[in-house]
C-alpha cells in the first residue's frame, strides 16, 4: 500500500466499506442477507452502517432473494441481496431465476473464495458466475478491488434500466478486505448495452392510424405497463379511444380490474370475455407483454383475425412468437405518451372511430355476461369465496402476493386488482415459495399498506422458515392458505388429463398451521365454515402481527376457465 | 428455410465472453456449426464469426439475444454476395508413390501448400470458401486421409463498389 502523505486526501477504504458507500451512492436503505465466511468482512463493516442501511436477516438465501423481489415489484427500486459464497450462492439461484423471468431489478451480491483460491474446489466454492449466467441479466467477478465501484455502479444502472432484471456481483474475500481509493464513478460507459427508450415515429403514427381504423381492437397489457410506471397512460389511451383492455397475469393492476373497459386475465385460465375478444378482434395492441405460452394456448390461433402491434422495450419480445404487423421498439410509458400526443386533437376521427365499435364492446359485454367467472356456493369454503372476501374487505387497496398454483390463479381472477404493483407473483417461472418472502419484502417497503400472501398449504411450506423473519422484524403479514391438503393445480391436471390418478398430489400430512404460527409467535386463525370466513379475515386484519389464516377448503374444487395446455385459448372448459 | 448464415459479432474482450455467447445459443436451442474468435486491433474488443443454420425467424431471434448480452457491441450478417468468407484445412493424406503426384496436382489446382512431409503422409493447407474446402476433401477422400482439422469460418465485409 501507497503510504505517502497523500493517502489521506485520497480517500482510501476497504473493499467492504467501498460496497456499503456505493450502495449508499446508490440510494439502497435495505439489504436481504444471510451472513458466511466470505462475507464476514462485509458484514463487519455493515454494523457501523447501521443508521443508514437496514439489513434483514432472512432464514434462508431463498427467502432473501425473494423478498429483494417483493421489495422491487412494491416500490419499483432495485432490491438488494448479500449472501455468502457456495451454498449461500445457490440457495439464491431459484429466487434469481424468478426475478429474471419477471423482469425485476435486483442486485444480488455473493461472497466469494479468495481470488487465490478460486478454481481450487475451496470451502464454500461454487462457480456462482458461471451458475448464474443464464438466469441474470448480466453478472461480474469482481478480480480487482479497482472494478469494485464501478461494477457495482454498472449493476444498478443495468439492473433498473431497459428490460429491468436481476444483476449478480461475485466479490472474493481478500478484495472485501484489500484498500482501494473510493471514488464512485459519476458516468458509465457500456458500450453494447443501450436500450432504446423512445419509440420511433413513423412506427407510432402507423400504431395510431391503425388504432382508428380498426373495428375490432383490443388492448392486450403485461407486466411491462407496470414496469415502466405507465398505468396512467394506458387508461388515458383506453378511455380516449373505449378500446377494450385484458391482461396477462403480470399485467394485473395496470389497469382497474373494475374499469367497464377491462375484460380480465386472458389466457389458460382467462376469463371467457378476454379469450373470445382476443379470438375476434382484428387488431391487438400487445404492451409490455411477451406472447407467453400460458397466455397464447395454440400460437397459431391466437389472434387469428388480427394485425399485432407490439410496443416492448425488448426487441428479442417482437415477433418471438407471433408475427407482429406494427412493432414499436421503446419504453411502454413513453411510447404510450406519444401515441396519445399523435392522437391529441384528432377529434373527428376518434368519435368516428368510437362510434363504429359500439358493437364491438356490446359484444365482448355479451360475452362477459355470458359467462362471468364464477363458483357454487354450498356448506363447506369456496377457495374463491375466500379471495372475494378478502377483496372486499381489503377494499382492493392491499398488496396481495402469491404462491403459485390454484391459489394463484383464483387470486388473479376474484381480487379485482385496482393499482399497479399490488400483485406480486411469480408469473414466468412459477416459483413456489415465493410469495411469503415477497410479502416481506413488499411490507418492508410498503409499511402502512396491508400486505397478504395467499398461498397452498402445499407451497406455503417452501419458505415457511421466514415466518421467524417476519416475527423478528414484527412485519404485520397476513398468510391466507387455502388448505385442500392437495397440491391444488396438479390435482386438477391429473383430474382432467390423467383419469383423475393423484400420484403424489396429496398432501397427508400437513402441519397445524395455527399451532405452527403460534409457535413462531405469529397469530395463527383457522375458518372450517363459510360463516368463518369472514370474521378470520377481520381479526387477522386487527392483528398488527403475522397472522396464519388456515381456511379449510372444498378439496377438489377447480379453476376455470381452463384452456387445455396447447389448445386454442377458445376452447375453455367452463364451470 | 433453413439456411446457412453467417454472424460477425464484435463483443468486448473480457473473460466469459465466449461462454455468454455460447451459452446464449445452447440455452435457446440454435446451432453452432463454427465459430473463430480473436481480438481485433483494439485490444478490449475481440471479433466472433459464427455460422450458424435456421430460417430467418430463428436468425432474427439469435440477432436479438445477441444483442441483449451486456458484452456484445455489435451484431451483423455477413452473406456471400458482401462479404469474404474463408476456411482454412490442415489434411494429412496418404502419399504413396502411386498418389504423391496426384497431390502436387490437387495442391496445385486448389492453391494450397504442402506443410509437412513424411515418408507416408503429406500434409497440405488450403484457403478457400467452404465449397472450395469440400471439394478438395472429395477428390482427395480416395487417396486416403488420415487425418483433417478445419478451422471456423473467418468473413470480412468487402468494401462497397461504387458505381
Same mark, same amino acid.
Given at each position: 500500500?501507497?503510504?505517502?502523505?497523500?493517502?489521506?486526501?485520497?480517500?482510501?477504504?476497504?473493499?467492504?466499506?467501498?460496497?456499503?458507500?456505493?450502495?449508499?451512492?446508490?440510494?439502497?436503505?435495505?439489504?436481504?442477507?444471510?451472513?458466511?465466511?466470505?462475507?464476514?468482512?462485509?458484514?463487519?463493516?455493515?454494523?457501523?452502517?447501521?443508521?443508514?442501511?437496514?439489513?434483514?436477516?432472512?432464514?434462508?438465501?431463498?427467502?432473501?432473494?425473494?423478498?429483494?423481489?417483493?421489495?422491487?415489484?412494491?416500490?419499483?427500486?432495485?432490491?438488494?441481496?448479500?449472501?455468502?459464497?457456495?451454498?449461500?450462492?445457490?440457495?439464491?439461484?431459484?429466487?434469481?431465476?424468478?426475478?429474471?423471468?419477471?423482469?425485476?431489478?435486483?442486485?444480488?451480491?455473493?461472497?466469494?473464495?479468495?481470488?487465490?483460491?478460486?478454481?481450487?474446489?475451496?470451502?464454500?466454492?461454487?462457480?456462482?458466475?458461471?451458475?448464474?449466467?443464464?438466469?441474470?441479466?448480466?453478472?461480474?467477478?469482481?478480480?480487482?478491488?479497482?472494478?469494485?465501484?464501478?461494477?457495482?455502479?454498472?449493476?444498478?444502472?443495468?439492473?433498473?434500466?431497459?428490460?429491468?432484471?436481476?444483476?449478480?456481483?461475485?466479490?472474493?474475500?481478500?478484495?472485501?478486505?484489500?484498500?482501494?481509493?473510493?471514488?464512485?464513478?459519476?458516468?458509465?460507459?457500456?458500450?453494447?448495452?443501450?436500450?432504446?427508450?423512445?419509440?420511433?415515429?413513423?412506427?407510432?403514427?402507423?400504431?395510431?392510424?391503425?388504432?382508428?381504423?380498426?373495428?375490432?381492437?383490443?388492448?392486450?397489457?403485461?407486466?411491462?405497463?407496470?414496469?415502466?410506471?405507465?398505468?396512467?397512460?394506458?387508461?388515458?389511451?383506453?378511455?380516449?379511444?373505449?378500446?377494450?383492455?385484458?391482461?396477462?397475469?403480470?399485467?394485473?393492476?395496470?389497469?382497474?380490474?373494475?374499469?367497464?373497459?377491462?375484460?380480465?386475465?386472458?389466457?389458460?385460465?382467462?376469463?371467457?370475455?378476454?379469450?373470445?375478444?382476443?379470438?375476434?378482434?382484428?387488431?391487438?395492441?400487445?404492451?409490455?407483454?411477451?406472447?407467453?405460452?400460458?397466455?397464447?394456448?395454440?400460437?397459431?390461433?391466437?389472434?387469428?383475425?388480427?394485425?399485432?402491434?407490439?410496443?416492448?422495450?425488448?426487441?428479442?419480445?417482437?415477433?418471438?412468437?407471433?408475427?407482429?404487423?406494427?412493432?414499436?421498439?421503446?419504453?411502454?410509458?413513453?411510447?404510450?405518451?406519444?401515441?396519445?400526443?399523435?392522437?391529441?386533437?384528432?377529434?373527428?376521427?376518434?368519435?368516428?372511430?368510437?362510434?363504429?365499435?359500439?358493437?364491438?364492446?356490446?359484444?365482448?359485454?355479451?360475452?362477459?355476461?355470458?359467462?362471468?367467472?364464477?363458483?357454487?356456493?354450498?356448506?363447506?369454503?369456496?377457495?374463491?369465496?375466500?379471495?372475494?372476501?378478502?377483496?372486499?374487505?381489503?377494499?382492493?387497496?392491499?398488496?396481495?402476493?402469491?404462491?403459485?398454483?390454484?391459489?394463484?390463479?383464483?387470486?388473479?381472477?376474484?381480487?379485482?386488482?385496482?393499482?399497479?404493483?399490488?400483485?406480486?407473483?411469480?408469473?414466468?417461472?412459477?416459483?413456489?415459495?415465493?410469495?411469503?418472502?415477497?410479502?416481506?419484502?413488499?411490507?418492508?417497503?410498503?409499511?402502512?399498506?396491508?400486505?397478504?400472501?395467499?398461498?397452498?398449504?402445499?407451497?406455503?411450506?417452501?419458505?415457511?422458515?421466514?415466518?421467524?423473519?417476519?416475527?423478528?422484524?414484527?412485519?404485520?403479514?397476513?398468510?391466507?392458505?387455502?388448505?385442500?391438503?392437495?397440491?391444488?393445480?396438479?390435482?386438477?391436471?391429473?383430474?382432467?388429463?390423467?383419469?383423475?390418478?393423484?400420484?403424489?398430489?396429496?398432501?397427508?400430512?400437513?402441519?397445524?398451521?395455527?399451532?405452527?404460527?403460534?409457535?413462531?409467535?405469529?397469530?395463527?386463525?383457522?375458518?372450517?365454515?363459510?360463516?368463518?370466513?369472514?370474521?378470520?379475515?377481520?381479526?387477522?386484519?386487527?392483528?398488527?402481527?403475522?397472522?396464519?389464516?388456515?381456511?379449510?377448503?372444498?378439496?377438489?374444487?377447480?379453476?376455470?376457465?381452463?384452456?387445455?395446455?396447447?389448445?386454442?385459448?377458445?376452447?375453455?372448459?367452463?364451470? | 428455410?433453413?439456411?446457412?448464415?453467417?454472424?460477425?459479432?464484435?463483443?468486448?474482450?473480457?473473460?466469459?465472453?465466449?461462454?455468454?455467447?455460447?451459452?446464449?445459443?445452447?440455452?435457446?436451442?440454435?446451432?453452432?456449426?463454427?465459430?473463430?474468435?480473436?481480438?481485433?486491433?483494439?485490444?478490449?474488443?475481440?471479433?466472433?464469426?459464427?455460422?450458424?443454420?435456421?430460417?430467418?425467424?430463428?436468425?432474427?431471434?439469435?440477432?436479438?439475444?445477441?444483442?441483449?448480452?451486456?458484452?456484445?457491441?455489435?451484431?451483423?450478417?455477413?452473406?456471400?454476395?458482401?462479404?469474404?468468407?474463408?476456411?482454412?484445412?490442415?489434411?494429412?493424406?496418404?502419399?504413396?508413390?502411386?498418389?504423391?503426384?496426384?497431390?502436387?496436382? $490437387? =495442391?496445385? #489446382?486448389?492453391?494450397?501448400? @504442402?506443410?509437412?512431409?513424411? !515418408?507416408?503422409?503429406? *500434409?497440405?493447407?488450403?484457403?478457400?470458401?467452404?465449397?472450395?474446402?469440400?471439394?478438395?476433401?472429395?477428390?482427395?477422400?480416395?487417396?486416403? $486421409? =488420415?487425418? #483433417?482439422?478445419?478451422?471456423? @469460418?473467418?468473413?470480412?465485409? !468487402?468494401?462497397?463498389? *461504387?458505381?
Amino acid at each position: 500500500m501507497n503510504h505517502n502523505h497523500n493517502s489521506s486526501k485520497k480517500n482510501l477504504m476497504t473493499g467492504s466499506k467501498i460496497i456499503l458507500e456505493s450502495l449508499i451512492k446508490e440510494g439502497v436503505d435495505t439489504i436481504f442477507g444471510y451472513p458466511g465466511g466470505a462475507v464476514l468482512n462485509i458484514y463487519d463493516e455493515l454494523l457501523n452502517y447501521n443508521a443508514q442501511i437496514k439489513h434483514i436477516l432472512v432464514r434462508h438465501e431463498q427467502g432473501a432473494a425473494h423478498a429483494a423481489d417483493g421489495y422491487a415489484r412494491a416500490s419499483g427500486k432495485v432490491g438488494v441481496v448479500l449472501v455468502t459464497s457456495g451454498p449461500g450462492a445457490t440457495n439464491t439461484i431459484t429466487g434469481i431465476a424468478t426475478a429474471n423471468m419477471d423482469s425485476v431489478p435486483m442486485v444480488i451480491l455473493t461472497g466469494q473464495v479468495p481470488t487465490n483460491l478460486i478454481g481450487n474446489d475451496a470451502f464454500q466454492e461454487a462457480d456462482t458466475v458461471g451458475i448464474t449466467r443464464p438466469c441474470t441479466k448480466h453478472n461480474y467477478l469482481v478480480k480487482d478491488i479497482k472494478d469494485l465501484a464501478r461494477t457495482i455502479k454498472e449493476a444498478f444502472y443495468i439492473a433498473s434500466t431497459g428490460r429491468p432484471g436481476p444483476v449478480l456481483i461475485d466479490i472474493p474475500k481478500d478484495i472485501t478486505s484489500s484498500v482501494y481509493e473510493f471514488d464512485y464513478p459519476e458516468n458509465i460507459e457500456l458500450r453494447g448495452y443501450n436500450p432504446t427508450y423512445f419509440g420511433h415515429h413513423i412506427q407510432i403514427s402507423k400504431l395510431a392510424a391503425e388504432i382508428l381504423k380498426a373495428k375490432k381492437p383490443l388492448l392486450y397489457a403485461g407486466g411491462g405497463v407496470i414496469s415502466s410506471n405507465a398505468a396512467g397512460e394506458l387508461l388515458e389511451l383506453a378511455e380516449l379511444l373505449d378500446l377494450p383492455v385484458t391482461s396477462t397475469l403480470m399485467g394485473l393492476g395496470c389497469f382497474p380490474a373494475e374499469h367497464p373497459l377491462f375484460f380480465g386475465m386472458l389466457g389458460m385460465h382467462g376469463t371467457y370475455a378476454a379469450n373470445m375478444a382476443i379470438s375476434n378482434a382484428d387488431f391487438i395492441v400487445a404492451i409490455g407483454a411477451r406472447f407467453d405460452d400460458r397466455v397464447t394456448g395454440k400460437v397459431e390461433e391466437f389472434g387469428k383475425n388480427a394485425k399485432f402491434a407490439h410496443i416492448d422495450i425488448d426487441p428479442s419480445s417482437i415477433g418471438k412468437n407471433v408475427k407482429i404487423e406494427i412493432p414499436v421498439v421503446g419504453d411502454v410509458k413513453s411510447v404510450l405518451s406519444s401515441l396519445l400526443e399523435v392522437l391529441n386533437g384528432r377529434n373527428e376521427e376518434i368519435s368516428s372511430a368510437k362510434y363504429e365499435r359500439l358493437g364491438w364492446l356490446e359484444e365482448i359485454n355479451g360475452w362477459k355476461y355470458e359467462h362471468p367467472l364464477l363458483y357454487h356456493m354450498k356448506d363447506i369454503i369456496k377457495p374463491q369465496y375466500v379471495i372475494e372476501k378478502i377483496y372486499e374487505l381489503t377494499g382492493g387497496e392491499a398488496v396481495i402476493a402469491t404462491e403459485v398454483g390454484q391459489s394463484q390463479m383464483w387470486t388473479a381472477q376474484f381480487y379485482k386488482f385496482k393499482n399497479p404493483r399490488t400483485l406480486l407473483t411469480s408469473g414466468g417461472l412459477g416459483t413456489m415459495g415465493f410469495g411469503f418472502p415477497a410479502a416481506i419484502g413488499a411490507q418492508i417497503a410498503q409499511p402502512d399498506k396491508t400486505v397478504f400472501d395467499i398461498a397452498g398449504d402445499g407451497s406455503i411450506q417452501m419458505n415457511i422458515q421466514e415466518l421467524a423473519t417476519a416475527v423478528q422484524y414484527n412485519l404485520p403479514v397476513k398468510i391466507a392458505i387455502i388448505n385442500n391438503n392437495f397440491l391444488g393445480m396438479i390435482r386438477q391436471w391429473q383430474e382432467l388429463f390423467y383419469h383423475k390418478r393423484y400420484s403424489f398430489s396429496e398432501m397427508n400430512v400437513n402441519p397445524d398451521f395455527v399451532k405452527l404460527a403460534e409457535a413462531y409467535g405469529a397469530v395463527g386463525l383457522r375458518a372450517k365454515d363459510p360463516d368463518d370466513v369472514v370474521p378470520v379475515i377481520e381479526k387477522a386484519l386487527s392483528i398488527k402481527k403475522p397472522v396464519i389464516m388456515d381456511f379449510v377448503v372444498d378439496r377438489e374444487e377447480g379453476v376455470y376457465p381452463m384452456v387445455a395446455p396447447g389448445a386454442p385459448i377458445t376452447g375453455m372448459l367452463l364451470v | 428455410m433453413e439456411k446457412t448464415h453467417i454472424l460477425s459479432i464484435l463483443v468486448e474482450n473480457e473473460s466469459g465472453v465466449l461462454t455468454r455467447v455460447a451459452g446464449l445459443f445452447s440455452a435457446r436451442g440454435f446451432n453452432i456449426d463454427s465459430i473463430c474468435v480473436a481480438k481485433t486491433l483494439e485490444k478490449s474488443e475481440s471479433k466472433m464469426i459464427i455460422a450458424t443454420s435456421g430460417d430467418t425467424q430463428i436468425l432474427e431471434q439469435i440477432t436479438k439475444q445477441l444483442n441483449r448480452l451486456v458484452n456484445v457491441i455489435k451484431v451483423q450478417e455477413l452473406t456471400d454476395e458482401d462479404s469474404v468468407l474463408r476456411q482454412t484445412v490442415l489434411i494429412k493424406v496418404n502419399a504413396d508413390e502411386t498418389t504423391k503426384s496426384d497431390i502436387f496436382r $490437387i =495442391k496445385e #489446382i486448389f492453391g494450397g501448400r @504442402i506443410i509437412d512431409v513424411s !515418408r507416408n503422409y503429406y *500434409t497440405l493447407e488450403v484457403t478457400g470458401s467452404e465449397r472450395k474446402i469440400d471439394s478438395l476433401i472429395d477428390i482427395l477422400r480416395p487417396l486416403g $486421409i =488420415k487425418d #483433417i482439422v478445419k478451422t471456423g @469460418i473467418v468473413a470480412l465485409q !468487402r468494401v462497397k463498389r *461504387t458505381n
